[in-house]
Protein backbone atom coordinates (compact mmCIF):
# COMPACT_ATOMS: atom_id res chain seq x y z
CA UNK A 1 0.00 0.00 0.00
CA UNK A 2 1.26 3.45 -0.55
CA UNK A 3 2.10 5.50 2.41
CA UNK A 4 4.17 9.18 3.79
CA UNK A 5 5.02 8.44 7.27
CA UNK A 6 6.51 11.67 8.89
CA UNK A 7 7.92 10.43 12.36
CA UNK A 8 8.05 13.73 14.44
CA UNK A 9 4.57 15.46 14.95
CA UNK A 10 6.92 18.25 16.43
CA UNK A 11 10.12 19.57 16.10
CA UNK A 12 11.63 22.39 18.15
CA UNK A 13 15.46 24.03 16.95
CA UNK A 14 17.42 27.17 17.43
CA UNK A 15 17.54 29.76 15.19
CA UNK A 16 20.77 29.15 13.26
CA UNK A 17 20.48 25.57 14.05
CA UNK A 18 20.59 22.70 11.00
CA UNK A 19 16.89 21.52 10.82
CA UNK A 20 15.69 17.99 9.16
CA UNK A 21 12.26 17.03 8.58
CA UNK A 22 11.99 13.31 8.32
CA UNK A 23 9.67 12.01 5.54
CA UNK A 24 9.69 7.99 4.53
CA UNK A 25 7.36 6.54 2.14
CA UNK A 26 6.15 3.05 0.58
CA UNK A 27 5.64 2.65 -2.52
CA UNK A 28 5.51 -0.09 -5.59
CA UNK A 29 6.79 2.13 -8.28
CA UNK A 30 9.01 5.14 -9.16
CA UNK A 31 7.98 7.86 -6.56
CA UNK A 32 7.25 11.73 -7.12
CA UNK A 33 7.57 13.26 -3.88
CA UNK A 34 6.72 16.91 -3.27
CA UNK A 35 6.83 18.79 0.13
CA UNK A 36 4.06 21.53 1.51
CA UNK A 37 3.93 23.91 3.49
CA UNK A 38 1.80 26.01 6.11
CA UNK A 39 2.35 28.90 7.41
CA UNK A 40 0.03 30.47 10.12
CA UNK A 41 -2.59 31.85 9.25
CA UNK A 42 -1.74 31.28 5.31
CA UNK A 43 -3.15 28.41 2.97
CA UNK A 44 -0.99 25.28 2.13
CA UNK A 45 1.53 25.84 -0.75
CA UNK A 46 4.00 23.86 -2.65
CA UNK A 47 7.16 24.25 -1.40
CA UNK A 48 9.71 21.84 -3.50
CA UNK A 49 9.23 18.93 -5.74
CA UNK A 50 11.76 15.93 -5.79
CA UNK A 51 12.19 16.21 -9.61
CA UNK A 52 12.89 19.65 -9.75
CA UNK A 53 16.26 19.53 -7.42
CA UNK A 54 15.63 22.37 -6.58
CA UNK A 55 15.92 24.59 -3.58
CA UNK A 56 13.64 26.86 -2.06
CA UNK A 57 14.30 29.54 0.84
CA UNK A 58 17.43 27.53 2.02
CA UNK A 59 15.55 24.20 2.25
CA UNK A 60 16.48 20.93 0.04
CA UNK A 61 15.35 17.78 -0.13
CA UNK A 62 17.13 14.17 -1.89
CA UNK A 63 15.08 11.11 -2.74
CA UNK A 64 16.91 8.51 -1.54
CA UNK A 65 15.16 5.07 -3.09
CA UNK A 66 17.23 2.86 -1.05
CA UNK A 67 16.41 4.32 2.15
CA UNK A 68 12.68 5.25 0.50
CA UNK A 69 13.28 8.67 1.83
CA UNK A 70 12.83 11.96 0.83
CA UNK A 71 14.18 14.12 4.03
CA UNK A 72 13.66 17.93 3.72
CA UNK A 73 16.80 20.38 5.28
CA UNK A 74 18.40 23.30 5.56
CA UNK A 75 21.77 24.08 7.40
CA UNK A 76 20.67 27.21 9.14
CA UNK A 77 16.83 27.70 10.77
CA UNK A 78 15.02 30.72 10.65
CA UNK A 79 12.10 32.25 12.91
CA UNK A 80 10.31 32.42 9.86
CA UNK A 81 10.58 28.76 8.88
CA UNK A 82 7.99 27.98 11.91
CA UNK A 83 5.29 26.17 10.22
CA UNK A 84 3.73 23.22 9.59
CA UNK A 85 4.98 20.91 6.99
CA UNK A 86 3.96 17.95 4.88
CA UNK A 87 5.35 15.27 2.62
CA UNK A 88 3.31 14.08 0.13
CA UNK A 89 3.47 11.32 -2.52
CA UNK A 90 1.74 10.89 -5.84
CA UNK A 91 0.10 7.64 -6.26
CA UNK A 92 -1.45 6.96 -9.35
CA UNK A 93 -4.27 9.81 -10.30
CA UNK A 94 -3.86 11.11 -6.19
CA UNK A 95 -1.78 12.88 -3.59
CA UNK A 96 -0.83 11.41 -0.64
CA UNK A 97 -0.22 13.42 2.44
CA UNK A 98 2.01 12.36 5.45
CA UNK A 99 0.34 13.31 8.79
CA UNK A 100 2.15 16.10 9.23
CA UNK A 101 5.48 17.58 11.54
CA UNK A 102 5.10 21.10 13.10
CA UNK A 103 8.17 22.62 12.99
CA UNK A 104 8.97 25.74 16.02
CA UNK A 105 12.04 28.10 15.71
CA UNK A 106 12.97 29.38 18.84
CA UNK A 107 14.82 32.76 18.58
CA UNK B 1 -6.42 37.30 -10.20
CA UNK B 2 -6.05 33.49 -10.55
CA UNK B 3 -6.82 31.12 -7.97
CA UNK B 4 -8.61 29.02 -6.11
CA UNK B 5 -12.08 30.19 -3.71
CA UNK B 6 -13.58 28.41 -0.69
CA UNK B 7 -16.32 29.74 1.05
CA UNK B 8 -17.62 30.43 3.66
CA UNK B 9 -14.37 30.49 5.87
CA UNK B 10 -16.43 29.03 8.86
CA UNK B 11 -19.51 27.07 9.14
CA UNK B 12 -21.75 26.23 11.71
CA UNK B 13 -24.78 23.19 11.68
CA UNK B 14 -27.16 21.71 13.38
CA UNK B 15 -26.39 18.23 13.76
CA UNK B 16 -28.44 16.25 11.20
CA UNK B 17 -28.45 18.82 8.52
CA UNK B 18 -26.79 18.95 5.31
CA UNK B 19 -24.11 21.56 4.07
CA UNK B 20 -22.43 22.32 1.22
CA UNK B 21 -19.21 23.70 1.27
CA UNK B 22 -18.29 25.78 -1.98
CA UNK B 23 -15.13 25.54 -3.91
CA UNK B 24 -14.28 27.67 -7.58
CA UNK B 25 -11.17 28.27 -9.55
CA UNK B 26 -10.03 30.18 -12.31
CA UNK B 27 -7.01 28.58 -13.04
CA UNK B 28 -8.36 26.41 -15.53
CA UNK B 29 -7.00 23.46 -13.96
CA UNK B 30 -8.79 20.06 -15.06
CA UNK B 31 -8.52 18.25 -11.71
CA UNK B 32 -9.81 19.38 -8.38
CA UNK B 33 -9.81 17.89 -4.68
CA UNK B 34 -11.20 17.84 -1.39
CA UNK B 35 -9.35 17.00 1.74
CA UNK B 36 -10.07 16.89 5.15
CA UNK B 37 -7.26 17.99 7.84
CA UNK B 38 -7.17 16.77 11.12
CA UNK B 39 -4.69 17.58 13.56
CA UNK B 40 -2.14 14.51 13.78
CA UNK B 41 -3.73 13.28 10.91
CA UNK B 42 -2.72 15.37 7.97
CA UNK B 43 -4.78 15.59 4.81
CA UNK B 44 -7.39 12.84 3.79
CA UNK B 45 -8.75 12.48 0.58
CA UNK B 46 -12.61 12.59 0.56
CA UNK B 47 -13.43 12.83 -3.03
CA UNK B 48 -11.26 14.10 -6.72
CA UNK B 49 -12.70 14.78 -9.77
CA UNK B 50 -10.26 14.68 -13.18
CA UNK B 51 -12.52 15.94 -15.89
CA UNK B 52 -16.08 17.76 -15.72
CA UNK B 53 -18.97 15.39 -14.90
CA UNK B 54 -17.21 12.46 -13.14
CA UNK B 55 -15.33 12.26 -9.83
CA UNK B 56 -14.05 9.44 -7.38
CA UNK B 57 -14.29 8.48 -3.86
CA UNK B 58 -10.92 9.56 -1.95
CA UNK B 59 -10.08 7.61 1.00
CA UNK B 60 -12.46 8.77 3.74
CA UNK B 61 -15.58 9.46 1.23
CA UNK B 62 -18.38 8.27 3.34
CA UNK B 63 -21.36 10.73 4.21
CA UNK B 64 -19.49 12.87 1.68
CA UNK B 65 -21.14 13.39 -1.94
CA UNK B 66 -19.70 16.05 -5.04
CA UNK B 67 -20.67 16.93 -8.14
CA UNK B 68 -18.72 18.75 -11.17
CA UNK B 69 -20.89 20.21 -13.35
CA UNK B 70 -18.81 22.80 -14.26
CA UNK B 71 -14.73 23.32 -14.64
CA UNK B 72 -14.67 25.51 -12.17
CA UNK B 73 -16.54 24.39 -9.38
CA UNK B 74 -16.91 21.59 -7.24
CA UNK B 75 -19.03 21.94 -4.51
CA UNK B 76 -18.64 19.15 -1.11
CA UNK B 77 -21.72 18.18 0.53
CA UNK B 78 -21.19 16.79 3.92
CA UNK B 79 -24.68 15.01 5.00
CA UNK B 80 -25.89 13.85 7.97
CA UNK B 81 -24.41 10.55 7.63
CA UNK B 82 -20.89 11.48 8.11
CA UNK B 83 -20.37 10.84 11.79
CA UNK B 84 -17.67 13.03 12.75
CA UNK B 85 -17.84 16.76 10.36
CA UNK B 86 -16.32 19.22 12.77
CA UNK B 87 -13.19 19.32 10.84
CA UNK B 88 -10.80 21.82 8.64
CA UNK B 89 -11.66 21.24 4.81
CA UNK B 90 -9.62 21.78 2.10
CA UNK B 91 -9.98 22.35 -1.67
CA UNK B 92 -7.06 21.99 -4.40
CA UNK B 93 -7.24 21.73 -7.85
CA UNK B 94 -3.86 21.06 -10.01
CA UNK B 95 -2.96 20.97 -14.24
CA UNK B 96 -3.55 17.39 -14.54
CA UNK B 97 -0.45 16.35 -14.90
CA UNK B 98 0.02 16.09 -11.01
CA UNK B 99 4.22 16.81 -10.76
CA UNK B 100 3.10 20.14 -10.96
CA UNK B 101 1.38 19.84 -7.56
CA UNK B 102 -1.63 21.82 -6.26
CA UNK B 103 -2.91 25.02 -5.74
CA UNK B 104 -5.08 24.78 -2.41
CA UNK B 105 -8.02 26.99 -0.71
CA UNK B 106 -7.51 28.84 1.90
CA UNK B 107 -10.21 26.30 3.54
CA UNK B 108 -13.60 25.75 5.08
CA UNK B 109 -13.69 25.64 9.03
CA UNK B 110 -17.01 23.40 9.51
CA UNK B 111 -18.43 22.98 12.99
CA UNK B 112 -21.36 20.97 13.90
CA UNK B 113 -23.24 21.56 17.15
Known amino acids: AQRVTQPEKLLSVFKGAPVELKCNYS??????LFWYVQYSRQRLQLLLR??SRESIKGFTADLNKGETSFHLKKPFAQEEDSAMYYC?????????FGPGTSLSVIP | DGGITQSPKYLFRKEGQNVTLSCEQN?????MYWYRQDPGQGLRLIYY???????QKGDIAEGYSVSREKKESFPLTVTSAQKNPTAFYLC????????????FGSGTRLTVV
Open chain 2, 49 to 55: SQIVNDF
Open chain 2, 27 to 31: LNHDA
Open chain 2, 92 to 103: ASSRGTRTYGYT
Open chain 1, 88 to 96: ALISYDKVI
Open chain 1, 27 to 32: YSGSPE
Open chain 1, 50 to 51: HI
